[in-house]
């Protein structure tokens, strides 16, 4: 099993702080298949 915890990812612009993940748990089970996708706008313009 693979377990993620307490993930966390905020975006500066400017003035502006966007938390885009507020602490999020996942557990994935063993054999599961998972896929994280994006927006593509978000990839070019936010990529850290």
């Given at each position: 099993?693979?377990?993620?915890?307490?993930?966390?990812?905020?975006?500066?612009?400017?003035?502006e702080k966007v938390e885009?993940?507020?602490?999020?748990?996942?557990?994935?089970?063993?054999?599961?298949?998972?896929?994280?996708?994006?927006?593509?706008?978000?990839?070019?313009?936010?990529?850290?």
């Amino acid at each position: 099993m693979l377990e993620l915890k307490n993930i966390k990812k905020t975006y500066i612009t400017g003035d502006e702080k966007v938390e885009a993940l507020k602490g999020i748990n996942l557990k994935f089970r063993e054999s599961e298949f998972v896929s994280i996708l994006r927006s593509k706008w978000l990839w070019k313009n936010h990529l850290t």
